[in-house]
């Protein structure tokens, strides 16, 4: 069955924090993994990666994925109030199917 | 700027009510997708279309249908709402293929009683 696991579910850490959340997954035939953050609201688009081994990074985030081990890391440098959120991990497969994971709750204190 | 846009915020319906919930996007897309989210559960499929008039059951159809007439245009339908239904509905829409983002909308709060 296909899936998509992400840990922890849950996260508190202090502002100036680093932080590694993790997605693991199995399906066939995959084609990209996408991190997505999600405040009170809707979803919105982080990275999405399809090569192993080459980081994608945007200010203090960074994600690479290793297609060999079927995992993903989001790091998180230097964490900020602001970073509280949930990160959702959601995996391409096949030719049009979506997987996401439960999601990992990050709550950074001042 | 890219818009994906849901008609209610909060709804709250009583058991066995029909209820329709809708969502618009105005970036053309074809593909569109109906999720809900629940604790520790993440995001679930409920349905997706990939055309007009075209649709496909996700993980979790049972209870839901849909309705795709107009290109921008995805609605969801609960047709004897139950409570088990209460969750947090998410509309999504994306270029076809592989390789492209979903943008969400800003998710319904369902809630039976």
């Known amino acids: 069955e296909d899936k998509v696991v992400q840990s922890p579910l849950s996260l508190v850490v202090h502002e100036g924090d680093t932080v590694t959340l993790n997605c693991s997954y199995e399906?066939?035939?995959?084609?990209?993994l996408l991190w997505y953050k999600q405040e009170k609201k809707a979803p919105t688009f982080l990275f999405m990666l399809?090569?192993?081994?080459i980081e994608k990074k945007s200010g203090r985030l960074s994600s690479i994925l290793d297609k060999k081990e079927l995992f993903s890391i989001l790091n998180i440098t230097a964490t900020q109030t602001g970073d509280s959120a949930v990160y959702l991990c959601?995996?391409?497969?096949?030719?049009?199917?979506?997987?996401f994971g439960a999601g990992t709750r990050l709550t950074v204190k001042p | 700027d890219v818009k994906v846009t849901q008609s209610s915020r909060y709804l709250v319906k009583r058991t066995g009510e029909k209820v329709f919930l809708e969502c618009v996007q105005d970036?053309?897309?074809?593909?569109m997708f109906w999720y809900r989210q629940d604790p520790g559960l993440g995001l679930r499929l409920i349905y997706f279309?990939?055309?007009?008039?075209?649709?496909e059951k996700g993980d979790i159809p049972e209870g839901y249908s849909v309705s795709r007439e107009k290109k921008e245009r995805f609605s969801l339908i609960l047709e004897s709402a139950s409570t088990n239904q209460t969750s947090m509905y998410l509309c999504?829409?994306?270029?076809?293929?592989?390789?492209?983002?979903?943008?969400f909308g800003p998710g319904t709060r369902l809630t039976v009683t």
């Open positions: 399809t090569s192993s081994g």
């Open positions: 279309s990939y055309d007009v008039k075209m649709k």
């Open positions: 970036m053309d897309h074809e593909n």
């Open positions: 959601a995996v391409e497969y096949n030719n049009n199917d979506m997987r």
């Open positions: 999504a829409s994306r270029l076809p293929g592989y390789g492209h983002e979903q943008y």
């Open positions: 399906v066939t035939n995959f084609r990209s």
